[in-house]
């Protein structure tokens, strides 16, 4: 099993619809990031999170939230969704802010 | 300008040659330093971190300038595996602030 797991991996969604993308992780790790990529940009920060209790805001999140309901588990959403959030989706974790960073195999989301 | 600056390529390279990429960075209190590997419509992943005095891993070495703000990688007698787009990534400071670059593509050719 992957150590970064992330659900759908696929989702094609209608504008205007509220959706989810999950994540958890079986790394052990205080911080967990979403950041979207999008073709000829790098990865950009959405949100974070150094425990359950702290949430960050990143570069671009404005429509979106964040959920940590444990440890383990992020979660982004989408409010409402338009077609410029079609992207490819990754979360990641990390012990700290100067080790490796694992990254879940991605979710592809379309709005149309 | 951005943060973090990287030649997208394609470098298109014969297997067995040598390739090197540069990735430039603005911010001068930069930490920490990083390439990864992400291969097509996959997650990054990280092939080596970059100390202040360089590092080498079997092919792939890497160096860090300071003084001209930049990282380099270099990858020696290349494989065909090798192609893959390089992340070039930026600590800024102690805090969680990864900065990406958006990745230079290299494609190896038999």
């Known amino acids: 099993d992957a150590d970064v797991t992330q659900t759908p991996r696929n989702r094609i969604t209608k504008t205007g619809k509220r959706i989810m993308l999950e994540c958890s992780q079986t790394?052990?790790?205080?911080?967990m990031y979403w950041y979207r990529q999008d073709p000829g940009l790098g990865l950009r920060l959405i949100y974070y999170?150094?425990?359950?209790?702290?949430?960050n805001k990143g570069e671009i999140s404005d429509g979106y939230s964040v959920s940590r309901q444990a440890q383990a588990k992020f979660s982004l959403s989408l409010e409402s969704a338009i077609p410029n959030q079609t992207a490819l989706y990754f979360c990641?974790?990390?012990?700290?802010?100067?080790?490796?960073?694992?990254f879940g195999q991605g979710t592809r989301l379309t709005v149309v | 300008r951005k943060e973090v600056e990287q030649d997208p390529g394609p470098f298109n390279v014969p297997e067995g040659a040598t390739v090197a990429f540069n990735c430039t960075y603005s911010?001068?209190?930069?930490?920490?330093f990083f390439w990864y590997r992400q291969d097509c419509r996959k997650e990054p992943k990280l092939l080596m971190s970059?100390?202040?005095?360089?590092n080498e891993d079997g092919r792939f070495t890497a160096q860090l300038n300071r003084a001209s703000q930049y990282i380099s990688l270099l990858i020696r007698d290349s494989k065909l595996s090798d192609s893959a787009t390089y992340l070039c990534?930026?600590?800024?400071?102690?805090?969680?602030?990864?900065?990406w670059g958006a990745g230079t593509k290299l494609i190896i050719k038999p």
């Open positions: 990641a974790t990390s012990g700290g802010s100067r080790t490796e960073a694992f």
């Open positions: 790394k052990g790790h205080d911080r």
């Open positions: 999170s150094f425990d359950v209790k702290d949430i």
């Open positions: 911010n001068s209190a930069s930490q920490s």
């Open positions: 970059v100390y202040s005095s360089g």
């Open positions: 990534v930026v600590n800024e400071n102690s805090n969680y602030q990864l900065i």
